[in-house]
């Protein structure tokens, strides 16, 4: 295939499959070093945009780019490695990415990987990539990996490489590790929401070295692509077979459940700046004149300012996975992957393990709140407010209605470690053992013993 710039859909139209044809989709947050370690192997002519701010970078047109709305997701072919002939890396933007939301990134990834999928692309490994000298792991990380790992499933993970970036040269060039980043590799490890879930599945801890960036990225590849095994990742079954939107995938319904809960907590905390910024300017013991009260005044309402701005934007990302998968390519020829498309790609081949006779079974959808309230019950039990869940039900809320992902009030109370809730929805005849959307219990999600001692004592089981 030429190196030239081709456009997506004219990709598409003239790839064909080889059998020595290798794909491995590069992963990470912005700044772990993606288009970096791509770069060191991609052909001279298609070389990657590199990001060197605190910007993220947007890839320029290169050969077999994925455009989705905007270009993000991007395919590079690689000549460096003589022992594949033909190599491919895809580079993916990061979920906490400065210029497109989470649910943007999710469906740019997704969208390529269920074509992929209907067009037989092989896909066999992933590297996912962090900087080991990032001493804390942020939330926004925290959150990625748990829906980077709803993408994949675990059935893939043995060919998956978690690598830590920018190794220093000059340590090791006198054989010596930094003590700090060793702890921080350490930590990754063995903690099970950030890495050591994925290793417990078989995921590989991996370093990518600066001292010979080339080298060390020739010989992650050699080391991860010899099994001849073809990965299909749950998304891709979700999306393709299952013929599931984006939002309706398990991906998508933690991004969402993540989405949810972040904007309880903003809208939380919107009403105690209002509360600040009223008690403020109704004091009656200090000059209302004062420079001191106006700049107080100021600084509550910027933040307030901040906050409402948080929270719009987070609600317009819910918005966004629930309206579904979006189309790929440009006007004229719009190809989808949701429910509503009547002439959709081929079912994917699935390995035994993901048979037809191993598919999910499909449940009878339960019964929802109306959409305008049905967060409502659910975000006042997660939230602690315990006199607005009394209130509610005494109005005569219903505890077994769902709201999003299926989920009751009683499985946000318990997932949220809300014993008073927990212990008041029983009363109310909240159903204890009410299974959510991806088929858990609120004893499954329950935070402490003593939430599972009440749960168990009203008759719950796993």
Same mark, same amino acid.
Request: glycine share 8%.
């Given at each position: 295939?030429?190196?030239?710039?081709?456009?997506?859909?004219?990709?598409?139209?003239?790839?064909?499959?080889?059998?020595?044809?290798?794909?491995?989709?590069?992963?990470?947050?912005?700044?772990?070093?993606?288009?970096?370690?791509?770069?060191?192997?991609?052909?001279?002519?298609?070389?990657?945009?590199?990001?060197?701010?605190?910007?993220?970078?947007?890839?320029?047109?290169?050969?077999?780019?994925?455009?989705?709305?905007?270009?993000?997701?991007?395919?590079?072919?690689?000549?460096?490695?003589?022992?594949?002939?033909?190599?491919?890396?895809?580079?993916?933007?990061?979920?906490?990415?400065?210029?497109?939301?989470?649910?943007?990134?999710?469906?740019?990834?997704?969208?390529?990987?269920?074509?992929?999928?209907?067009?037989?692309?092989?896909?066999?490994?992933?590297?996912?990539?962090?900087?080991?000298?990032?001493?804390?792991?942020?939330?926004?990380?925290?959150?990625?990996?748990?829906?980077?790992?709803?993408?994949?499933?675990?059935?893939?993970?043995?060919?998956?490489?978690?690598?830590?970036?920018?190794?220093?040269?000059?340590?090791?060039?006198?054989?010596?590790?930094?003590?700090?980043?060793?702890?921080?590799?350490?930590?990754? =490890?063995?903690?099970? *929401? $950030?890495?050591?879930?994925?290793?417990?599945?078989? @995921?590989? +801890? #991996?370093?990518?070295?600066?001292?010979?960036?080339?080298?060390?990225?020739?010989?992650?590849?050699?080391?991860?692509?010899?099994?001849?095994?073809?990965?299909?990742?749950?998304?891709?079954?979700?999306?393709?077979?299952?013929?599931?939107?984006?939002?309706?995938?398990?991906?998508?319904?933690?991004?969402?459940?993540?989405?949810?809960?972040?904007?309880?907590?903003?809208?939380?905390?919107?009403?105690?700046?209002?509360?600040?910024?009223?008690?403020?300017?109704?004091?009656?013991?200090?000059?209302?004149?004062?420079?001191?009260?106006?700049?107080?005044?100021?600084?509550?309402?910027?933040?307030?300012?901040?906050?409402? =701005?948080?929270?719009? *934007? $987070?609600?317009?990302?819910?918005?966004?996975?629930? @309206?579904? +998968? #979006?189309?790929?390519?440009?006007?004229?020829?719009?190809?989808?992957?949701?429910?509503?498309?009547?002439?959709?790609?081929?079912?994917?081949?699935?390995?035994?393990?993901?048979?037809?006779?191993?598919?999910?079974?499909?449940?009878?959808?339960?019964?929802?709140?109306?959409?305008?309230?049905?967060?409502?019950?659910?975000?006042?039990?997660?939230?602690?407010?315990?006199?607005?869940?009394?209130?509610?039900?005494?109005?005569?809320?219903?505890?077994?209605?769902?709201?999003?992902?299926?989920?009751?009030?009683?499985?946000?109370?318990?997932?949220?470690?809300?014993?008073?809730?927990?212990?008041?929805?029983?009363?109310?005849?909240?159903?204890?053992?009410?299974?959510?959307?991806?088929?858990?219990?609120?004893?499954?999600?329950?935070?402490?013993?003593?939430?599972?001692?009440?749960?168990?004592?009203?008759?719950?089981?796993?």
């Amino acid at each position: 295939m030429a190196s030239q710039p081709v456009e997506a859909d004219q990709f598409w139209a003239e790839y064909k499959p080889h059998e020595q044809d290798v794909f491995i989709l590069v992963m990470g947050m912005t700044g772990s070093g993606k288009s970096t370690f791509i770069s060191h192997l991609a052909e001279r002519s298609n070389q990657p945009e590199i990001g060197n701010g605190l910007q993220s970078c947007k890839p320029a047109l290169l050969p077999a780019s994925m455009q989705t709305g905007t270009q993000r997701t991007t395919v590079y072919r690689c000549g460096t490695i003589k022992t594949f002939m033909n190599l491919y890396l895809i580079d993916t933007p990061g979920f906490d990415h400065t210029n497109y939301t989470d649910s943007e990134v999710l469906e740019d990834i997704a969208c390529w990987l269920a074509r992929a999928s209907a067009s037989k692309i092989k896909l066999r490994g992933i590297l996912y990539l962090r900087r080991i000298n990032e001493m804390r792991a942020r939330w926004s990380e925290v959150n990625s990996l748990l829906v980077f790992s709803k993408m994949c499933g675990p059935k893939v993970m043995r060919n998956v490489f978690m690598v830590t970036t920018m190794w220093p040269g000059d340590f090791l060039a006198k054989g010596k590790v930094p003590p700090d980043f060793e702890k921080v590799e350490q930590e990754l =490890e063995k903690t099970p *929401r $950030l890495w050591g879930w994925m290793k417990d599945q078989g @995921a590989k +801890i #991996k370093r990518h070295y600066t001292l010979d960036p080339k080298g060390s990225a020739i010989k992650l590849i050699k080391e991860l692509v010899p099994s001849e095994e073809i990965l299909v990742l749950d998304i891709q079954v979700q999306m393709v077979s299952h013929r599931l939107s984006c939002g309706e995938t398990n991906a998508g319904k933690v991004l969402e459940c993540l989405f949810s809960k972040e904007a309880g907590r903003f809208s939380r905390g919107l009403d105690d700046i209002r509360k600040m910024v009223e008690s403020t300017l109704r004091s009656p013991v200090i000059d209302q004149e004062s420079t001191v009260v106006t700049a107080v005044a100021n600084m509550l309402q910027q933040q307030k300012k901040e906050v409402q =701005e948080t929270l719009q *934007r $987070l609600e317009r990302q819910q918005e966004e996975l629930a @309206a579904g +998968i #979006k189309a790929l390519g440009d006007n004229s020829g719009k190809v989808y992957f949701g429910r509503g498309n009547q002439q959709g790609p081929p079912s994917v081949t699935l390995p035994p393990h993901q048979s037809a006779a191993n598919a999910p079974r499909q449940k009878m959808a339960p019964r929802r709140l109306p959409q305008e309230d049905e967060l409502l019950l659910c975000r006042a039990a997660e939230g602690g407010q315990y006199e607005d869940v009394s209130r509610m039900l005494k109005q005569g809320a219903n505890p077994a209605m769902c709201g999003k992902f299926g989920w009751t009030a009683l499985h946000w109370a318990a997932e949220s470690g809300r014993t008073n809730i927990v212990e008041l929805l029983l009363r109310h005849g909240a159903p204890v053992n009410a299974v959510s959307d991806t088929g858990m219990k609120p004893l499954n999600m329950a935070k402490t013993k003593e939430i599972k001692q009440l749960l168990l004592g009203a008759g719950a089981t796993y």
